[in-house]
């Protein structure tokens, strides 16, 4: 069974960076990937990225993602992260963490969520 739970969020100003941590607090994780997701005040949820749990290789939603955000994971530890860099006042959203079992199915077993809030 896949419980993610996410954490590391808070109150950042701009400029700084951020990391954020999902734990899968249930067996070992044994999935195709984790991704983080994002939702932003009044608007809908969206793909920030994911990565493959086995051999590491990440996938960003644009190319504007993948040069300020950075997705990393740690086996050993069933922790997969997400760095952001240069954070600004856009990035202000609840970030969530979820699981992809097999190659083609899509995501699940949600984490409840961590809030960043980026001041300017």
């Known amino acids: 069974q896949v419980q993610l739970q996410e954490s590391g969020g808070g109150l950042v100003q701009a400029g700084k960076s951020l990391r954020l941590t999902c734990t899968q607090t249930g067996p070992t994780f044994n999935g195709y990937a984790m991704g983080w997701f994002r939702q932003g005040p009044g608007k809908a949820r969206e793909f920030v990225g994911k990565?493959?749990?086995?051999?590491?290789?990440?996938?960003y939603a644009s190319s504007k993602n993948e040069g300020r955000f950075t997705i990393s994971r740690d086996t050993a530890k069933n922790t997969m992260y997400l760095q952001i860099h240069v954070l600004n006042p856009e990035d202000t959203a609840v970030y969530y963490c979820?699981?992809?079992?097999?190659?083609?199915?899509?995501?699940?077993?949600w984490g409840q969520g961590t809030q960043v809030t980026v001041s300017s």
């Open positions: 979820a699981a992809q079992i097999n190659r083609t199915g899509s995501f699940g077993s």
């Open positions: 990565i493959t749990w086995t051999r590491g290789i990440t996938y």
